[in-house]
């Protein structure tokens, strides 16, 4: 029985994904650079690639660019820093709860003085009344992550084009969270990261989706576009697009079966846990909080059970401070330190889900045996 619960940090390669890219190691071996045979045969790959990629995302062949990177957090940061080049205004509009990738990066605009709003959760939903009124303002860049990596929120993607549409605002979205599990559309959009170990491909091969050519973020160079410098990965990338491409024929399925584990946890737990649902959320994440015990506890006993889940995105994995997440929609501060998130994949089995619902409610009624002895 699979009991892995932590697919929105890794997915495993597919299997089809990792028999392609070991016979593109050994067949397809060729810099797509370089003049000859094997050069021409690894550039009709990467062409390849990027074709079928515009494919599923609903895009006309001839309209954007994209190029590949090392992670999705690198997509975000070659995306964030080269738009920075071409902002008309001189604000930018983000959110509380971004990846680090972002937050980090947007921290240090702000030292060098870029002024940057930061939006929270009104009631569980977008703050479409604080936007719109910050848009008044100088702004030149929106960028907000399309589907949140601890709870799985998605962004209202539509409305916000809609509002910032004749606007000389520059949009970036990190879809990291939500390519391969929810409908996405890049239309409009200036800037889309990805990542390809999210939906079974390798690890070390990101994706920047581009409306226009965008300024290098590093140095000028003969590679993509002269936007990101090095030698590229045609057996990683050719292996991530087999995963995806995959998985988009199978996403119906995929959305039927993670409805399926949802339903079972929420049954099975409710009366023990908070779960976290919104009007709109991938059914890949299923987060709830717990009050007694923070995140770390629960992810290390449900560990000793046999079950690997998370206490939010990997990327703070080990940091003791609150969820911002949960901050942002206002919970208090013993709740913020409260998030266990589990999230759905290829391998996921409603036996193995059921389990864990069992092992969930077992562990809360441990602690509240004893909070109860503990308070006499």
Not at 86 to 109: A, N, P, Q, Y
Not at 147 to 169: A, E, M, R, Y
């Amino acid at each position: 029985m699979n009991r892995y619960f932590d697919y929105a940090a890794t997915h495993p390669m597919t299997d089809s994904a990792l028999t392609h890219y070991v016979a593109m190691a050994k067949n397809v071996y060729g810099n797509p650079s370089s003049l000859h045979t094997q050069g021409y045969m690894a550039e009709d790959y990467l062409t390849e690639a990027r074709r079928l990629l515009k494919l599923a995302l609903g895009l006309d062949l001839l309209r954007g660019k994209i190029i590949f990177t090392g992670s999705g957090s690198e997509s975000n940061y070659i995306a964030l820093t080269s738009l920075r080049k071409r902002m008309k205004g001189k604000e930018v509009i983000t959110s509380w709860h971004e990846h680090d990738s972002v937050s980090l990066l947007l921290d240090e605009w702000e030292a060098e003085g870029v002024v940057v709003h930061r939006l929270k959760l009104k009631n569980g939903r977008f703050d479409f009344d604080t936007f719109v009124e910050l848009l008044d303002r100088d702004i030149g860049l929106v960028t907000f992550q399309h589907v949140n990596s601890d709870t799985g929120w998605v962004l209202p993607l539509h409305q916000i084009q809609c509002l910032i549409k004749f606007k000389k605002i520059l949009l970036h979205v990190d879809g990291v969270q939500a390519l391969g599990k929810i409908p996405v559309s890049v239309n409009g959009v200036d800037a889309y990261s990805f990542s390809a170990h999210k939906v079974g491909g390798p690890k070390g091969v990101g994706g920047l989706y581009m409306e226009r050519l965008l300024p290098p973020a590093y140095y000028p160079g003969h590679h993509q576009y002269g936007i990101r410098p090095g030698t590229i990965d045609v057996p990683g990338i050719s292996s991530f697009v087999k995963a995806f491409t995959e998985r988009q024929e199978q996403l119906s399925r995929f959305e039927r079966n993670f409805m399926a584990f949802r339903a079972i946890l929420k049954e099975k737990t409710s009366s023990y846990v908070q779960w976290l649902e919104f009007d709109d959320q991938s059914p890949a994440i299923f987060s709830f909080i717990s009050h007694q015990r923070d995140g770390q506890w629960w992810m290390t006993e449900l560990e000793d059970h046999g079950f690997q889940v998370s206490a939010g995105s990997a990327c703070r994995a080990g940091q003791n401070g609150p969820n911002r997440m949960l901050e942002s929609l206002g919970y208090e501060s013993s709740a913020c330190y409260g998030l266990v998130r589990i999230s759905f994949g290829e391998f996921t089995t409603l036996e193995a889900t059921a389990s864990l619902a069992d092992a969930i409610v077992t562990l809360a009624r441990r602690v509240d045996h004893h909070e109860q002895t503990y308070s006499r």
